[in-house]
């Protein structure tokens, strides 16, 4: 059976899991998805037999596996884009870049909205389905807009996009406003909005699916799941991601216990997050001890981790002391090399997963992670989230937050050539 338990270890309030709530009620604390016995016998067997299957639950990458997360009650509900399904890719001069003899690359960005927000939007929207919602609302300029916003639309639901008004970055919303979400800007911060919309949720009947959402997490949780089976359940040493909201931190955490727990694989993988320099609140937090502090205006190119108050940082910080794991920063310098790697593999990714490799190679020249390793760093979005970035970089036009010029290192430039075959033979 399942329910909703408060993450807090001093509460452990219960909850049905199909109370509409997002955060304790008794207590503010963080939710999460518990369940009763789960006989994983044969379930090896069965995600592998499911690859064969035309069934669009079978060939779901997130739903193969729904014995591992087994909220819903009927799964008439669900609505899948193939979600998940991404793979494993072998990247040799990244490893040398990062001091590995081998790296493996698990890549979300091959998702349906080129995110793996994807992988835990298909729960969430599944979950508002169940609970007879008609609307769901975010607050986010980004993948989690995205996101929510094709997965709404499959499903028949009106999407709602809140965010503040003048930042907005047409960039980032195009993909939302292509999938028919209706967006509103307000003249409000972050904060104020999320405050609004919870008002208004409570009032219409929306349901949330911002990044503290239970079933969000659940859902991620299956990038683990499918990277272990694509790798015969051989567990790496190290697993690699870069460190927003602390969401994915948690699914992965979540993911390795439960799989370790039911003896899918039989020792837990480290994990290793990187945060960007100027957004780097739980790195900051791992070093000094204390309180949680936020930091109070969060800078980086890399968008998708430019989050200085992360929601899920108690459930991260109990998923990095589960699994012996590590938190490092990386400056903006490092990420954009990392990128440009990254992209000469022939793989590319936005910038936020290029913290990653960049983190690899600080951790490996540091020996903390050992040059003949088992690694798998996951790359979380697409190359072409971020065009702007990746002409900028080459053409030496990319500048830090701060406005510090990053240096194209591994810059690649377009040459203009005259209508000759002689002048173009020359410069070939
Ligand atoms: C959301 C996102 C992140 C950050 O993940 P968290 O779960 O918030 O830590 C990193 N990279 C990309 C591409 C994302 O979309
Ligand atoms: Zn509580």
New binding site residues.
């Given amino acids: 059976m399942a329910e909703l338990i408060c993450f807090n270890a001093d509460c452990r309030a219960r909850y049905a899991i199909t109370d509409v709530l997002y955060n304790c009620t008794k207590c503010g604390g963080l939710l999460e998805a518990v369940y009763g016995a789960i006989d994983a016998c044969d379930l090896k067997r069965v995600f592998r037999e499911r690859r064969m299957s035309n069934a669009p639950l079978d060939q779901s990458g997130v739903w193969r596996y729904r014995e591992l997360f087994p909220f819903l009650g009927d799964y008439a509900q669900v609505t899948t884009l193939r979600e998940g399904n991404t793979p494993l890719l072998d990247a040799p001069a990244a490893a040398e870049y990062g001091g590995l003899d081998r790296l493996t690359f698990k890549h979300q960005g091959f998702n349906p909205t080129g995110?793996?927000?994807d992988n835990g939007m298909t729960c969430g929207v599944a979950q508002a389905r169940r609970l007879g919602m008609k609307r769901v609302a975010c607050v986010s300029t980004?993948?989690?807009s995205a996101s929510m916003a094709a997965y709404a639309a499959a499903a028949g639901i009106e999407a709602l996009i809140f965010l503040p008004h003048g930042n907005i970055s047409f960039g980032k919303l195009a993909q939302a406003l292509e999938y028919g979400a209706r967006t509103f800007e307000v003249e409000a911060n972050f904060d104020q909005i999320l405050a609004l919309v919870r008002v208004l949720a409570e009032r219409l009947g929306i349901y949330l699916l911002n990044?503290v959402n239970p079933f969000r997490i659940e859902g991620q949780k299956t990038i683990i799941f499918e990277m272990l089976d694509q790798r015969d359940w051989r567990a790496p040493d190290w697993i690699v991601l870069?460190?927003?909201?602390?969401?994915?931190?948690s699914a992965f955490g979540k993911a390795l216990r439960e799989a370790h727990a039911l003896g899918l694989i039989d020792k837990m993988p480290r994990l290793a997050v990187i945060q960007a320099e100027g957004s780097a609140p739980f790195y900051d937090f791992m070093q000094r001890g204390g309180e949680f502090r936020a930091v109070e205006k969060p800078e980086t190119l890399a968008t998708?981790?430019r989050?200085g108050d992360?929601v899920?940082w108690p459930k991260a910080l109990h998923e990095i002391r589960s699994s012996c794991g590590v938190v490092d920063k990386v400056s903006e310098q490092e990420i954009a090399d990392a990128k440009a790697i990254i992209g000469r593999c022939g793989i590319g990714c936005?910038p936020?997963?290029a913290a990653t490799l960049a983190g690899l190679r600080k951790l490996t020249a540091q020996g903390v992670v050992a040059r003949d390793a088992d690694v798998v760093a996951v790359l979380?979005?697409n190359v072409l989230?971020d065009p702007d970035y990746i002409y900028r970089y080459h053409t030496g036009q990319l500048k830090a937050p701060d406005g510090a010029r990053i240096e194209s290192r591994f810059g690649n430039q377009s040459v203009v050539v005259p209508n000759d075959a002689d002048a173009i033979a020359r410069a070939l």
């Fill in positions: 995110s793996f927000k980004g993948n989690t990044s870069p460190g927003g909201n602390l969401g994915n931190t998708a981790i989050i992360p899920s936005e936020a997963s979380t979005g989230k």
